[in-house]
């Protein structure tokens, strides 16, 4: 079965609906110019409606040590993703001093990103690949071309983001064979703004994707 991430939650709703529907994870964006940003205050209390079998990723952009440590204390996500221009040591480092899973977002515009994308191996414990940063460094709802991951020999776990909609996902599960795929825009009616009815499409997409 394929991992559905649903990101940028924001209300108590819409991570029930997401969790109802079988989200396998979801992600709560900390990163005050996104229209998704929640307080540290809020995104604990949206984790705490989470069930165990539902991980909980926190979306951070080039977090110092002391913000890192305030989200790990409050928060208390399964993951950290990162979603700057944090290089893999960097990575590495926070993953072991907040003993917490690790994403990197890798924006891919061209096969290059593939081979920064390969530096992050043994130093994050999975990959996602998203389109390359716009007005926001993610989250703009577009997809990159998918072909770019069809000679990858990527040797780590991954997930695919970018533009990722209810009637687009199947498609791109069956094109890239992506094990997890990551959604924020593709299930709003406006920026920030998470619609039920589209989480719940998107997730039988997923399940019905062949
Ligand atoms: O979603 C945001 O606002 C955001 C802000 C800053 C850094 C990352 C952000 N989102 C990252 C995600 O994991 C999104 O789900 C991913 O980029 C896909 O977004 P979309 O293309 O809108 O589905």
Redesign the pocket.
């Known amino acids: 079965m394929t991992g559905i991430?649903i990101?940028?939650l924001s209300t108590p709703e819409t991570i029930d609906a997401a969790v109802d529907a079988g989200a396998s994870h979801i992600?709560l964006?900390h990163?005050p110019p996104?229209?998704?940003h929640v307080s540290l205050e809020d995104a604990a209390a949206l984790r705490a409606r989470v069930p165990d079998a539902v991980r909980t990723v926190v979306?951070v952009?080039d977090p110092d040590e002391a913000l890192l440590g305030a989200i790990v204390d409050t928060v208390r996500p399964d993951i950290l993703?990162f979603?700057g221009s944090e290089a893999p040591e960097a990575v590495a480092v926070s993953g072991a001093q907040f003993d917490v899973e690790t994403w990197k977002?890798i924006g891919l515009g061209d096969a290059s990103a593939l081979d920064r994308a390969s530096t992050y191996k043994g130093c994050a414990d999975r990959l996602?690949f998203?389109?390359p940063p716009a007005l926001?460094?993610?989250?703009?709802?577009?997809p990159f071309d998918w072909a770019l991951l069809d000679r990858a020999d990527i040797g780590m776990p991954w997930a695919l983001?970018?533009?990722?909609r209810p009637d687009n996902v199947a498609g791109a599960i069956r094109r890239t064979g992506a094990p997890l795929v990551?959604?924020?825009?593709?299930v709003e009616s406006a920026p920030g703004v998470k619609d039920i009815a589209l989480i719940r499409a998107f997730c039988d997409a997923v399940r019905n994707a062949r």
């Open positions: 991430k990101c940028g992600g964006v990163f996104s229209p998704r979306l952009v993703q979603h977002a996602l998203d389109a926001l460094p993610g989250g703009n709802g577009e983001a970018g533009g990722l990551d959604v924020s825009s593709g």
